[in-house]
């Protein structure tokens, strides 16, 4: 794997030059002119003073934009460090810090988050962006005229661009760049963290297009080169969307319609009107298509493939999804340490409940959790992951990776701390998540990160955060927190304002309850089990009280 995270893309511009690459807002932009755009913007950020291994941060929604900043910056050997556009000042400070990140692209709209961190961080240059500011003139005025454009206000100051400009005012002559792909980093991502705190996960180029190239080789013979079409609706932030957007779209001369957020009837004319081939969504997202009350006034036949992931596909969503389009929904796992790591068949149809095989770049093997020795077939088990490619360990935290990590017959082990069964076939099937780990709608929520920020105020003594189970969207968060004594008149609506300005809003928990104290073992550890266990009695008591009358 001695290429560039790019490399792919770079073959698919002189393949189908004037392809159409990406659909954003109704405007097509074909290889050739977003391979401009990318050495425009990398001519700018060389020029600007981003060098190797200087860490850029991408703090903005699905838009060309992104893809642009992205693979200008991995051109130049810098360090992209993508993260969610709705975190806050208390998230993205952190982050900033942590990653040693100078420079970020920001959405107009989240300008005033970055102007309040700029002085407590290292960051030298701000790169403003707005969602339609690459649109023809006339898009843009009437998106402004219907006030459909979200825009922020924008100080200029020393150090802050606007990237409408620098790719007009530089010309698209990328600066040659000798990178090492197997050692050189081609982003850090930020996870949950265990201890309260998101882990960056650094990974090489090596290792990105390893599973890239796994994700190819698995689709190979169903993905139609040049041909087919795919919407991306996930965000590009997480892992999942990137392997995605490359491995079906990118690397294959496809066409890919971008979307900036998640509306449904948007998502639905899309697939009608550009007849959508490839779909890649998380169950949430199938599930409120399926709930659209518009659904049946579109047209779906276009779709051969429907991919999901993030989160454990409900049953009734994958059988209405088969009865809907007579396509099947394939289930997909993987995770940001090892990206893609199963993936469901696709020349033949998925088996209800299963997860498929791993994919040929990644092994895997189920164990005991506590003696770590193989399970046997159908027993349910840990999954560890290694690779050719794996992570070498979280950014500035020894102790977690630590952890995380094992050596087993010669080989280094990632613990993903999900319980699985394998059939006599070699197919894998899910059967519970980490106790730590919330899922809700499709996004993998650390409870201590929760738990830290309510811990935070200055009137709790203690928290403890669990997922209650709930078809919709996974599993809602709940916390139960322990006030100190002598505090008065702080209540539920209280604590979830703090989170609101604390974290972003899909971390925020639903449900807060107050009690004295909280279950912790004899040497003081918190434990959640038990929380968990008192729920899923209170809501097995509730369905049978409604089942009853």
């Given amino acids: 794997m001695d290429e560039l995270v790019g490399s792919g ?3 698919s511009c002189e393949k189908w030059p004037e392809n159409p690459a990406l659909i954003y807002l109704g405007e097509i932009f074909s290889y050739n002119r977003l391979r401009e755009l990318i050495d425009r913007f990398c001519t700018a950020l ?4 981003l060098k190797d291994n200087d860490r850029i941060m991408l703090y903005i929604r699905n838009c060309p934009q992104f893809l642009i900043a992205y693979l200008a910056a991995q051109r130049i050997g810098a360090i992209p460090v993508p993260v969610s556009p709705i975190y806050t000042t208390y998230e993205i400070e952190y982050m900033i810090n942590d990653s040693g990140a100078d420079t970020i692209v920001c959405q107009d709209t989240n300008f005033g988050y970055v102007r309040e961190v700029f002085p407590k961080t290292a960051l030298r240059t701000v790169i403003v962006v707005n969602l339609v500011d690459i649109l023809p003139w006339w898009k843009r005025a009437i998106g ?5 454009v979200p825009h922020g206000r924008v100080s200029q100051d020393e150090g802050i661009y606007f990237f409408k400009d620098l790719i007009r005012e530089y010309p698209p002559e990328p600066p040659k760049v000798e990178i090492n792909p197997g050692e050189h980093l081609a982003y850090i991502l930020y996870t949950g963290g265990t201890t309260g705190f998101p882990k960056g996960v650094p990974n090489t180029h090596a290792a990105m297009v390893s599973a890239i190239d796994g994700y190819c080789r698995a689709t190979e013979g169903h993905v139609r080169e040049g041909e087919d079409r795919l919407i991306i609706v996930n965000p590009l932030f997480h892992v999942m969307a990137q392997q995605a957007i490359m491995a079906l779209g990118l690397n294959r001369g496809n066409l890919t319609v971008l979307m900036p957020v998640p509306q449904i009837d948007a998502v639905l004319d899309v697939i009608q009107s550009y007849k959508i081939s490839l779909f890649v969504g998380v169950p949430a997202l199938y599930r409120m298509i399926l709930e659209n009350d518009r659904l049946g006034l579109y047209d779906l036949s276009s779709l051969r493939y429907c991919t999901c992931g993030g989160d454990v596909l409900p049953l009734e969503v994958f059988n209405r999804w088969k009865e809907l389009c ?11 340490e090892e990206g893609l790591t199963i993936l469901s068949p696709w020349d033949r149809d998925p088996v209800p ?3 498929g095989f791993p994919i040929p770049s990644k092994q895997v093997k189920i164990v005991h959790p506590d003696s770590q020795e193989p ?3 159908n027993t349910p088990g840990e999954l560890f992951v290694t690779s050719d490619f794996q992570m070498k360990g979280y950014w500035n935290k020894p102790e977690e990776t630590a952890a995380s990590f094992v050596e087993s017959n010669g080989k280094r082990w990632y613990r993903t701390k999900d319980y699985v069964r394998m059939d006599e076939e070699g197919q894998i099937y899910y059967v519970d ?5 919330i899922k809700f709608k499709g996004y993998r929520i650390s409870a201590s990160e929760i738990e830290a920020a309510l811990q935070d105020h200055p009137a709790v003594i203690g928290a403890c955060t669990v997922g209650v189970a709930d078809p919709e969207v996974g599993e809602r968060i709940k916390a139960i927190v322990v006030l100190k004594e002598d505090v008065r008149g702080v209540g539920s609506s209280d604590l979830m304002k703090w ?3 604390r974290l972003a809003l899909y971390k925020v928990p639903q449900y807060i309850e107050f009690r004295d104290m909280l279950p912790k073992s004899k040497v003081g550890k918190l434990l959640r089990r038990e929380i968990r266990e008192e729920e899923r009695r209170r809501l097995a008591k509730e369905r049978q009280r409604q089942a009853s009358g």
């Fill in 499 to 501: 989170c609101r300005d």
């Fill in 9 to 11: 893309f770079e073959r």
């Fill in 375 to 377: 399970v046997k077939l």
């Fill in 326 to 336: 007579g396509v099947p929904l394939r289930q997909d796992y993987g995770c940001t």
């Fill in 433 to 437: 998540r980490s106790a730590d780990v």
């Fill in 46 to 49: 060389h020029d600007l003073g």
């Fill in 353 to 355: 409940g299963a997860l």
């Fill in 144 to 148: 402004i005229l219907f006030d459909k």
